[in-house]
């Protein structure tokens, strides 16, 4: 039977997986091998070291370089606090001193006599890194991070924007549209599903009232446009500091998949982590919902890469245009390679779509669903 590897969309109930959890720089670990921890345990930390300024002292004070050591006040790795005097020249008979002062809070780095300049540094930045999801930590990366292992539902979405996010699950059953005043109050801190499109004013209304996430069918491009302030590109998104959208079915006024919907609500009041973290070109980050049990482990589904072949019979989701973001099911896949509307040589695949159409469409624009 032919086949072909394509990325691969999970929307998993009973799954097994790993988080690395690791650290911009090295720095410490502050769990153990084994440990069982919760999603806001901080499993990792360390310091990135704050802006250099250089000061000119010899410059300052109208000296020599090899003077600038005995007029320094302060001493090298001594704190030294914004507007504070760092260096004093000996004056005329005493008179007429000169002082230069800290442009900032930090520490004074180095002085040299060659140059006659000194270094401060601002005060390093503390990072930390948090286990994410709950679950045990399957793996250590000395002074790196840690690997977590854990169980529960995982599902992917098509597009997300904002980052990591952790919360109680709320279904929201409702059509909301333009036109509804949903009272968001309520949902502080709160990760919402809801099953219709987002629009820019129930966004907004979400992000004034505090909620963590929102995961929906899908969002007009222009509505994401609105809340990003700029059109989204090609780059990972994730970065944003904005409510999370992660969307499960594509661009435009598209409800989420009764499946995926069906399947999140039976865990309303559950603890979730999302991420809206998407590489958009290559397709291989994309934005998740995890949400942990602890009451399955006899059901846990294991997926090798033979889940990622496409072949007659897999479900799948189109990823590119004209026909984006819609579902259907791989009928045939044609041995030959077929040239399409750009003139390029393609292998195909013909699809019948959930809304009954059916269509040929180039392979490498296909992703396969897994699911349970």
Known sequence: MPKSYTPGLKILECANINKKRILPLKGEVHVDRNETVDANKVVASTKIPGNVQMLNIANELNIDPDEVPDVMLSKIDEKVSKGQVIARSKGLFGLFKSEVKSPLNGTLGNVSDITGQAIISEDPHPIEVDAYISGKVDNILENEGVIINSTGTFIQGIIGVGGEKKGEIVIILEDLTD??????????????????????????????????????????????????????????TGMENITTIIVTEGFGEISMDSRTFNLIEKYKGYFASINGATQIRAGVLRPEIFIGRDNHENNIELFDEEKLIISIGSKIRVIREPYFGLIGTVTKLPSELIKIDTETVVRVAEVLFDNGSKNIIPRPNLEVILSD
């Open 179 to 236: 036109s509804n005043n949903y009272d968001m109050n309520s949902l502080k801190n709160k990760i919402i599903i809801m099953k219709s499109h987002l629009s820019y004013n129930i966004y907004e209304s979400a992000n004034l009232a505090g909620v963590k996430g929102i995961v929906c069918g899908g969002i007009d491009y222009q509505t994401l446009t609105n809340i990003l302030g700029y059109p989204l590109g090609v780059a990972i």
